[in-house]
């Protein structure tokens, strides 16, 4: 959460757990702080000793299994079978690459999806500069305002393909108000480095001669006493620049040729103060058109940049968001940009992301771009950038570790202040079982204590059910009330929570069943945040495919909203890692919805004109646009056996109403759905939601 009033503190241990100073003595007496700590106590103690009946039980379990499969691996029939199980794993895994579970269906639509992609690599590359019209008009074009780029490109040793390619790629830019500074610490063995810049600083001498240019030159070469590191020879780089707005460049890499006209209309039209575009990796030396990985990318999503350098290239920036800090911090080398980055956009009033692919990442040996191992230290760096983020935005006790996806992919754990009581609301009409399943679920397996449960019963028929009821309310944490009418979603559940009692509301489906013991710890984590509106969770089928990993507007054939990685493996990593670390999305299910409850009475709660459908969706936006973020987390995982409870929404008139539902949303939220999803780059299709590429 965020805690700015108590201080910064300080960074203990930037590997793994941050642990901050406690607040200075005085805040609260004696008597309130030996209190606080009691009850803490002995929450843990609670806690501690739940967990520890929940390991024993495990353990016992896992030792019954152990026996059992011992005694089946030393069976003869398991010997025998050695090679049919070798197939069939082969198998399997066969259809975990080929998605959607090896039918024909899906291997033609990944068949397809690898067709469109290796039809973008080529729009992608050389095909997409302008041609000598259009570099024509790009250059010819007339901004209000003078605005100069200073690139940065620190040099080191840089292979003389490499370095041509690099900066002939921004001599070719169509926008020429720009200034090329180059430190170089190449060591004595590479005095080419120097030979091949001097050359191109006399070239750039001549062509602007030739133009009538009222310049000297736009290339600054300056060759340092001796190599600083990247952070080092960066900052030389800056020393130099004379531009309003500074751009950061590796010495092996290429730009587009409209980059920075593209930068220069994104800052007339929307006042961009920080900018950056899409990227692709290539190979080390082939040219660009040998594309490894396109990366298309959201809008600016602080989330996301916490738990992954999303942003890298090619970042852009006013020059006054540099005042009174450095560029680089030599104590992040390896991970001096991502530190950059977190600084520099929290600054920033207004970044904007330019969802055309308009840098080219050269992959080779020895890069971070082929392989982060090459810099195991840029692990750690990573790691102390972000921790050093939170630590400045006032966060404190939170953990930073690697996640499955990559190594510098974080999964981040926050401090939860107190310990609020959560309400969590669920809506029910018979379905014993189901509901069964689910409350058992949240007592057994939830580790967080402070929460009552508010059933909402709405027209329920079956006798067992209110026998259930009884059952449930002699727990004093469940209470049970009762909605008359038509059933409409959106007011049973304002309805139940109008009836709770705590800070927090979770909305949940009777038809879910929890999965992660801390689930409630994970989503409060965010919901406790004042910069966050909704936050939702991982939903499974019962078979582990994705029935939820966060919402995207415009997705599906009613152009309304659909969920991301729909029907994925549970064990797939998602587009560029997305299902593994916290996001900003748009919207997110209301099926396990969690929200400071102040907050979505502000909102009105859920808006009862949406009686079945996309509710949850319109509660999101409505959040967005006063200024919060919804967050997704992949650590909160519960099973979602959608639909068993109401059937779908795909004939008669439940189809009607949804239709009607679909129409009514699509009226309120024109403007945006015709503008995109900001979390959903417009380079993939809204008719699936596997991040697959558009075609055309």
Same mark, same amino acid.
């Given at each position: 959460?965020?805690?700015?009033?108590?201080?910064?503190?300080?960074?203990?241990?930037?590997?793994?757990?941050?642990?901050?100073?406690?607040?200075?003595?005085?805040?609260?007496?004696?008597?309130?702080?030996?209190?606080?700590?009691?009850?803490?106590?002995?929450?843990?103690?609670?806690?501690?000793?739940?967990?520890?009946?929940?390991?024993?039980?495990?353990?016992?379990?896992?030792?019954?299994?152990?026996?059992?499969?011992?005694?089946?691996?030393?069976?003869?029939?398991?010997?025998?079978?050695?090679?049919?199980?070798?197939?069939?794993?082969?198998?399997?895994?066969?259809?975990?690459?080929?998605?959607?579970?090896?039918?024909?269906?899906?291997?033609?639509?990944?068949?397809?999806?690898?067709?469109?992609?290796?039809?973008?690599?080529?729009?992608?590359?050389?095909?997409?500069?302008?041609?000598?019209?259009?570099?024509?008009?790009?250059?010819?074009?007339?901004?209000?305002?003078?605005?100069?780029?200073?690139?940065?490109?620190?040099?080191?040793?840089?292979?003389?393909?490499?370095?041509?390619?690099?900066?002939?790629?921004?001599?070719?830019?169509?926008?020429?108000?720009?200034?090329?500074?180059?430190?170089?610490?190449?060591?004595?063995?590479?005095?080419?480095?120097?030979?091949?810049?001097?050359?191109?600083?006399?070239?750039?001498?001549?062509?602007?001669?030739?133009?009538?240019?009222?310049?000297?030159?736009?290339?600054?070469?300056?060759?340092?006493?001796?190599?600083?590191?990247?952070?080092?020879?960066?900052?030389?780089?800056?020393?130099?620049?004379?531009?309003?707005?500074?751009?950061?460049?590796?010495?092996?890499?290429?730009?587009?040729?409209?980059?920075?006209?593209?930068?220069?209309?994104?800052?007339?039209?929307?006042?961009?103060?920080?900018?950056?575009?899409?990227?692709?990796?290539?190979?080390?030396?082939?040219?660009?058109?040998?594309?490894?990985?396109?990366?298309?990318?959201?809008?600016?999503?602080?989330?996301?940049?916490?738990?992954?350098?999303?942003?890298?290239?090619?970042?852009?920036?006013?020059?006054?968001?540099?005042?009174?800090?450095?560029?680089?911090?030599?104590?992040?080398?390896?991970?001096?940009?991502?530190?950059?980055?977190?600084?520099?956009?929290?600054?920033?009033?207004?970044?904007?992301?330019?969802?055309?692919?308009?840098?080219?990442?050269?992959?080779?040996?020895?890069?971070?771009?082929?392989?982060?191992?090459?810099?195991?230290?840029?692990?750690?760096?990573?790691?102390?950038?972000?921790?050093?983020?939170?630590?400045?935005?006032?966060?404190?006790?939170?953990?930073?570790?690697?996640?499955?996806?990559? $190594?510098? *992919? /974080?999964?981040?754990?926050? +401090?939860?202040?107190? %310990? @609020?009581?959560?309400?969590? #609301?669920?809506?029910?009409? &018979?379905?014993?079982?189901?509901?069964?399943?689910?409350?058992?679920?949240?007592?057994?397996?939830?580790?967080?204590?402070?929460?009552?449960?508010?059933?909402?019963?709405?027209?329920?028929?079956? $006798?067992? *059910? /209110?026998?259930?009821?009884? +059952?449930?309310?002699? %727990? @004093?944490?469940?209470?049970? #009330?009762?909605?008359?009418? &038509?059933?409409?979603?959106?007011?049973?559940?304002?309805?139940?929570?109008?009836?709770?009692?705590?800070?927090?509301?979770?909305?949940?489906?009777?038809?879910?069943?929890?999965?992660?013991?801390?689930?409630?710890?994970?989503?409060?984590?965010?919901?406790?945040?004042?910069?966050?509106?909704?936050?939702?969770?991982?939903?499974?089928?019962?078979?582990?495919?994705?029935?939820?990993?966060?919402?995207?507007?415009?997705?599906?054939?009613?152009?309304?909203?659909?969920?991301?990685?729909?029907?994925?493996?549970?064990?797939?990593?998602?587009?560029?890692?997305?299902?593994?670390?916290?996001?900003?999305?748009?919207?997110?299910?209301?099926?396990?919805?969690?929200?400071?409850?102040?907050?979505?009475?502000?909102?009105?709660?859920?808006?009862?004109?949406?009686?079945?459908?996309?509710?949850?969706?319109?509660?999101?936006?409505?959040?967005?646009?006063?200024?919060?973020?919804?967050?997704?987390?992949?650590?909160?995982?519960?099973?979602?056996?959608?639909?068993?409870?109401?059937?779908?929404?795909?004939?008669?008139?439940?189809?009607?109403?949804?239709?009607?539902?679909?129409?009514?949303?699509?009226?309120?939220?024109?403007?945006?759905?015709?503008?995109?999803?900001?979390?959903?780059?417009?380079?993939?299709?809204?008719?699936?939601?596997?991040?697959?590429?558009?075609?055309?």
């Amino acid at each position: 959460m965020r805690a700015s009033e108590n201080g910064s503190g300080s960074v203990r241990d930037v590997k793994g757990y941050v642990e901050m100073e406690p607040k200075e003595e005085g805040q609260m007496t004696r008597e309130e702080a030996l209190r606080f700590y009691k009850e803490a106590y002995e929450r843990e103690k609670k806690k501690s000793r739940v967990l520890a009946e929940k390991l024993a039980a495990a353990e016992n379990q896992s030792a019954l299994l152990e026996g059992k499969l011992n005694r089946i691996k030393g069976s003869v029939f398991w010997r025998a079978s050695g090679p049919l199980r070798s197939l069939i794993h082969w198998l399997q895994r066969t259809k975990e690459r080929l998605g959607y579970y090896g039918s024909v269906r899906g291997i033609a639509r990944k068949l397809n999806a690898k067709r469109i992609e290796r039809k973008a690599r080529a729009q992608h590359g050389s095909a997409s500069f302008p041609d000598a019209r259009e570099a024509k008009r790009q250059r010819e074009t007339q901004f209000e305002g003078e605005i100069k780029f200073s690139i940065l490109m620190p040099l080191y040793n840089t292979p003389e393909k490499f370095l041509r390619q690099a900066i002939e790629s921004v001599i070719a830019q169509t926008y020429e108000n720009w200034e090329l500074c180059l430190a170089d610490g190449s060591d004595g063995e590479h005095g080419d480095v120097e030979r091949i810049c001097k050359e191109y600083v006399e070239q750039d001498k001549q062509y602007l001669r030739q133009s009538h240019m009222n310049l000297y030159s736009r290339i600054v070469y300056k060759k340092l006493p001796e190599n600083e590191g990247i952070s080092g020879n960066t900052n030389a780089c800056l020393s130099m620049a004379t531009g309003s707005y500074i751009a950061l460049f590796d010495h092996d890499d290429v730009l587009h040729p409209s980059v920075l006209y593209e930068y220069r209309k994104a800052i007339s039209e929307k006042g961009a103060d920080y900018l950056y575009c899409d990227e692709a990796t290539f190979q080390g030396k082939k040219t660009i058109d040998d594309m490894i990985t396109l990366h298309f990318k959201p809008d600016f999503a602080p989330d996301n940049l916490r738990a992954n350098n999303y942003i890298c290239h090619f970042s852009a920036f006013d020059r006054k968001l540099l005042e009174g800090t450095e560029l680089f911090r030599s104590q992040f080398d390896g991970s001096q940009d991502h530190d950059m980055i977190l600084r520099l956009t929290a600054r920033a009033r207004c970044v904007v992301h330019v969802p055309k692919l308009l840098y080219y990442w050269r992959s080779h040996a020895g890069s971070v771009a082929s392989d982060i191992n090459a810099k195991s230290y840029a692990i750690n760096a990573a790691k102390g950038a972000v921790a050093a983020h939170l630590t400045q935005q006032g966060f404190r006790n939170f953990e930073i570790s690697s996640t499955k996806a990559f $190594e510098t *992919i /974080f999964r981040i754990k926050y +401090e939860i202040i107190g %310990n @609020p009581r959560v309400s969590i #609301v669920i809506p029910n009409k &018979d379905h014993l079982e189901d509901l069964r399943r689910c409350i058992t679920s949240i007592l057994e397996k939830s580790t967080y204590d402070s929460f009552e449960i508010v059933i909402v019963e709405n027209n329920s028929v079956m $006798e067992e *059910i /209110f026998d259930y009821y009884k +059952e449930l309310e002699k %727990n @004093p944490n469940i209470r049970v #009330v009762t909605y008359e009418g &038509d059933f409409n979603y959106s007011k049973i559940n304002n309805l139940g929570v109008s009836r709770t009692t705590g800070e927090y509301v979770l909305l949940l489906n009777n038809d879910t069943q929890v999965i992660t013991l801390d689930w409630i710890e994970e989503l409060l984590m965010y919901a406790q945040r004042p910069d966050v509106g909704a936050v939702g969770a991982k939903l499974y089928y019962g078979d582990k495919t994705i029935q939820h990993a966060g919402v995207v507007l415009g997705l599906g054939a009613h152009r309304t909203a659909g969920h991301s990685h729909y029907r994925v493996s549970y064990h797939n990593l998602g587009y560029m890692g997305r299902l593994c670390y916290a996001q900003n999305v748009m919207a997110v299910t209301g099926a396990c919805l969690m929200m400071r409850k102040s907050l979505y009475e502000r909102l009105g709660g859920l808006d009862e004109s949406f009686a079945v459908s996309l509710n949850d969706v319109d509660l999101c936006i409505r959040a967005w646009k006063a200024g919060y973020v919804n967050v997704f987390t992949p650590f909160a995982e519960l099973y979602h056996y959608e639909s068993i409870s109401r059937g779908l929404d795909d004939q008669g008139e439940k189809a009607q109403r949804y239709n009607r539902e679909s129409e009514a949303f699509r009226a309120r939220w024109k403007e945006l759905l015709a503008q995109g999803d900001p979390y959903y780059n417009p380079n993939f299709s809204l008719d699936r939601s596997d991040y697959a590429l558009r075609e055309g």
